[in-house]
């Protein structure tokens, strides 16, 4: 078990979120759109050119940047 | 007729008000849609540029009445589409909009009696997010249980009476795209208790004590209800960025109390910001492991198959120009049809009552100023046709998401937003339904980055004003030159807009790197009928909004160039009139550009629509009824000349009209929509000063340059 943030996620990697480490409204949106301890979390994808990146959450694709992604805290098997 | 049946009938006793509430990609119009049939109306809710959408509900399908009167078939019920939202939280004017109408509080809209929340049954966790804050307004709910087919599909079991009773509310099944349980749903709407239920789910001891705490103070301060102050008693709770908050911003004493909530929150190590967020997914998660079952469980669904290939490193971008590509193809090639068919047509309107008429002021009028104007409108609507069936069916299978996915890293570079990448596609074709389309970029300042800077994408009606230039340089060039050339113009128009966007996020429109949180709907088969109605609409937007300028401006120029009145042949005419005197006066600002007063005149009559530069040098250069045939303009574009015998169209002059024609706002019904989306005249104010100065200094710096370095 180790920690790694959710932009540093391989495709395919899956993880437990354990923190979300951000304030503000942006945490804030991550929190609502599902993103939240104890949620499973699956990095699908890079874009193409190698940001955004497309995860699973909740059982639905959200697309974030590398940027937001670095306040989630994920703890990957 | 008796008394009282005639005031049931001006009167209707009951009408009943119904929101629809759900998140984007619920399928939430495919249900508006089927609930009103085409009863709709599309507005705008007064001083913000957010979408209402209005229809009376078909009645239920039932026995049949006796009596043909539709009173005795129930109450009549009107239907309001809210904007798709993730949350009610208020952060962008769409959550504003939803979170007010809920409440009553918006102006012109009736409070709603019931709120249909559509929630996306493939989806469920995080669509009941949003049932439960509109749950916590204490308004009466109805759950529309929407795109059953697709759970089903995922193997998904869903048992409707657990959930119904979970949430406390009646819930229905439905695919609104197939237009099943249409007719349930409309029962239920009849017939459900008009009374919200309980709050079911529940936060941490100490967060519900501080909740309560402040939601006393929030009566106690403004005078609201106990539901209402409970729901704004968690949003305030739970929100760094009171900015926007009336309710703290207006007392001292709540944001001295938020403060100390927070404090005791924070030291009984409790995250406030999260807490109830948690605590409202662990309900949902609880409900969910009762109500449904999954009974197998296939990792790849067809949608995520497709995604494989569509955001695929080399093949995503083979698909992506493939379609952008189609998409172009469709506006530049195929729409020129029906465009020179309705040019021809409106051509011969105006033979036809040059024939019928005696010529007069008023013959003049008809032909010149009415009959151009409405055509000048309308010759667009195959091109705005083309361009909202592409965006609507983009929309409706999923791919949009995934265009913004593909190219947020493209436009990050600038400071702006994947979703900034359709309005600015758009504009190529126009600007205005691009500017219309900036309306999905959630942050105001990224919205009116985009407004800003959408312009400079070279539209369509700049294309003549290119092709009579070159072809004017280049008489015998091959194709490919002339392509060359053009390209190199809608290259500078991006350029520019994108260094543009820089600089306006450095200055007035300073803000954090915008934020990239988008969900990426599953793909799924449009709908014919939601596509065109949706072209239907923002088409008709256009005619409207635009169409209505356009044409006002064609009758004023005309005026312009055909007043004060001038015996002789037409040039000596427009040569005297107001539009001439004009041309004569600006001469000696665009003399450094390379202009004389006669390409003045083609500029000022641009600022109706820039096509109109071709028309008005025709008329300036005496080429009588030339029709379609470019050849006797650019005849006499070679032959016109200074008046020392210096030829007027050098290469370098065009280049440098050309290089104007990229970068200056000629367009008014672009500063009319501009005005309309930002609800004011500075921004548009702002867009016509930088846009048509640098345009003067860019084509200035061309022409001076060119000429220093020899040309």
């Known amino acids: 078990m180790s920690m790694i943030l959710l932009s540093q996620m391989a495709p395919g990697q899956k993880g437990e979120v354990k923190d979300l480490s951000g304030t503000g409204d942006i945490c804030q949106r991550l929190l609502e759109m599902g993103i939240t301890r104890g949620a499973k979390v699956e990095l699908v994808r890079f874009a193409p050119l190698g940001d955004p990146i497309d995860i699973l959450i909740r059982g639905y694709h959200l697309s974030l940047r590398k940027k937001e992604a670095e306040a989630v805290v994920v703890e990957v098997g | ?711």
């Open chain 2, 1 to 711: 007729m008796t008394d009282s049946t005639l005031l049931q009938a001006e009167f209707p006793t009951r009408t009943l008000t119904v929101a629809l509430a759900g998140n984007p990609n619920s399928g939430k119009t495919s249900l508006f849609n089927a609930l009103t049939k085409l009863r709709q109306k599309v507005g705008n809710y007064p001083g913000v540029t957010v979408e209402k959408k209005e229809g009376k509900m078909t009645a239920p399908a039932g026995p049949r009445q006796l009596s043909g009167d539709s009173q005795t078939e129930g109450p009549e019920v009107s239907i309001l589409d809210l904007p798709g939202t993730y949350s009610l939280a208020v952060r962008s004017p769409d959550e504003q909009v939803a979170r007010d109408v809920l409440l009553g509080l918006m102006p012109d809209t009736p409070k709603s009696d019931l709120v249909v929340c559509v929630v996306d049954a493939s989806n469920l966790e995080r669509n009941l997010y949003l049932v439960t804050q509109v749950q916590d307004l204490g308004v009466s709910v109805v759950v529309a249980l929407n795109m059953m087919d697709m759970a089903e599909r995922q193997g998904k079991e869903i048992d409707l009476e657990k959930l119904s009773r979970s949430l406390g509310c009646p819930v229905v099944p439905t695919v609104a795209s197939r237009n099943k349980g249409i007719e349930e749903l409309k029962k239920v709407i009849l017939s459900a208790p008009r009374r919200g239920g309980e709050r079911a789910w529940h936060m941490p001891p100490a967060m519900e004590e501080c909740v309560a705490e402040l939601r006393q103070l929030l009566m106690k301060e403004h005078g609201i209800g106990g539901r209402l102050a409970f729901s704004e008693a968690v949003i305030l709770l739970s929100k760094e960025d009171l900015s926007n908050e009336p309710l703290a911003q207006g007392s001292p004493a709540v944001r001295e109390r938020l403060s100390s909530l927070r404090g005791r929150l924070t030291q009984l190590n409790i995250n406030w910001r999260s807490a109830a967020i948690e605590a409202r997914y662990a309900w949902i998660q609880s409900i969910l492991k009762e109500a449904v079952h999954q009974s197998v469980t296939r990792r790849l669904f067809l949608s995520d198959r497709i995604d494989l290939v569509l955001t695929h490193k080399v093949w995503g971008w083979v698909f992506f120009l493939g379609v952008m590509g189609l998409m172009f193809f469709m506006i530049f090639s195929v729409a020129t049809i029906p465009m020179d068919w309705i040019d021809n047509k409106f051509a011969a309107l105006a033979d036809l009552i040059k024939e019928a008429m005696e010529p007069s002021d008023l013959r003049d009028l008809l032909t010149d100023g009415v009959i151009a104007g409405v055509g000048g409108v309308v010759i667009f609507l195959p091109q705005i046709l083309i361009l909202f069936f592409f965006i609507g069916l983009l929309q409706d299978t999923g791919y949009m998401a995934r265009a913004a996915f593909i190219m947020d890293r493209v436009m990050n570079k600038a400071g702006l937003h994947g979703k900034s990448f359709i309005p600015l596609l758009s504009s190529f074709a126009c600007a205005i339904p691009g500017i219309m389309a900036a309306r999905s970029i959630e942050h105001p300042k990224d919205r009116l980055v985009t407004i800003l800077i959408a312009p400079w994408m070279s539209c369509s009606a700049r294309l003549p004003v290119y092709a009579i230039l070159i072809a004017t340089i280049l008489p015998a060039a091959a194709p490919l030159q002339k392509a060359g050339i053009m390209l190199t113009m809608y290259l500078l128009g991006i350029f520019g807009a994108f260094a543009a966007a820089v600089l306006l996020k450095k200055t007035v429109l300073r803000s954090a790197t915008p934020v990239f949180i988008m969900e990426l709907p599953p793909y799924r088969l449009p709908s014919v009928k939601s596509v065109l109605l949706q072209m239907w609409e923002r088409s008709f937007l256009f005619l409207q909004k635009a169409g209505t300028v356009i044409f006002g401006l064609s009758v004023v120029l005309w005026a312009l160039m055909s007043y004060p009145k001038h015996s002789g042949d037409p040039t000596e005419a427009l040569n005297h009139s107001f539009a001439g005197m004009a041309g004569h006066v600006i001469e000696p600002i665009i003399k450094p550009l390379g202009y004389d007063w006669r390409v003045g005149i083609g500029l000022i009559g641009s600022f109706a629509a820039r096509e109109v530069f071709v028309s008005t040098m025709n008329i300036v250069f005496n080429i009588g009824n030339a029709g379609d045939a470019t050849e006797p303009l650019l005849d006499a574009f070679r032959k016109a000349a200074w008046p020392d015998g210096r030829p007027l169209f050098t290469p370098l002059s065009c280049l440098s009209l050309m290089v104007f024609y990229v970068y200056a706002m000629q367009c008014l019904s672009t500063v009319a929509v501009v005005r309309r989306e930002t609800n004011g005249w500075k921004w548009p104010l702002l867009q016509l000063f930088y846009m048509t100065g640098f345009a003067y200094f860019a084509a200035f710096v061309v022409y001076q340059g060119g000429k220093l370095l020899g040309f």
